[in-house]
């Protein structure tokens, strides 16, 4: 497993070795000791989420604002725009973002620590996401910022509106949100 920083260097690009031949392919979707070895980090997930979509839905920018989530997500059908923001107020990149196209073509997958949203645009016609969250998702400390909020400025790769949950089109700002310390 290769480990690479982003735009924000708490948030790491990994790339599974993969072994691939007439037949198909193998890959180590999740190794603890390679990542461990890859990234410094020794994390233990608790759940595991299946999503799946369709072109142009946006799902976040979503967090819990107590019991923070640690994310390890890919995509194994399909194509997204994955995004991380740092929402930690004494961070030097409070409020600063980092993307990359996560597919089931380029097996790359993202690690984003507790104290970051999280979001995503569906590139593909459909697209199955899979994370691995280091702790249960909790109702009453999930929270949502606006995906379009000018103070973040995300760019998306998006032509027109995105399709959204209510709850995501109805999300505070930044600047209102409920944030980490």
């Known amino acids: 497993m290769k480990a690479s920083a982003t735009a924000l260097p708490e948030v790491l690009l990994l790339e599974p070795k993969v072994f691939g031949d007439e037949?198909?392919?193998?890959l180590e979707s999740w190794n603890a000791r390679a990542?461990?070895?890859a990234t410094g980090l020794d994390v233990?997930?608790?759940q595991d989420n299946h999503?799946?979509?369709r072109r142009n839905v946006l799902r976040g920018i979503h967090y819990q604002v107590q019991k923070p989530q640690g994310k390890l997500v890919r995509v194994v059908s399909g194509a997204v725009w994955d995004v991380a923001v740092d929402l930690r107020r004494s961070s030097p990149d409070f409020g600063k973002w980092a993307a990359e196209e996560l597919s089931a073509d380029n097996n790359k997958q993202l690690w984003i620590p507790p104290g970051f949203g999280h979001a995503?645009?569906?590139?593909?016609d459909v697209a199955d996401f899979l994370y691995k969250t280091t702790e249960y998702w909790i109702a009453e400390y999930d929270r949502s910022i606006r995906w379009d909020d000018p103070a973040i400025g995300i760019a998306w790769p998006l032509a027109g509106r995105p399709t959204l949950a209510a709850r995501d089109a109805d999300a505070?700002?930044?600047a209102q949100a409920q944030v980490y310390e």
């Open 172 to 174: 505070p700002l930044l």
């Open 120 to 124: 995503f645009l569906v590139l593909s």
């Open 51 to 53: 999503s799946r979509s």
């Open 44 to 46: 233990a997930f608790v």
């Open 35 to 37: 990542f461990r070895d």
């Open 23 to 26: 037949r198909g392919f193998f």
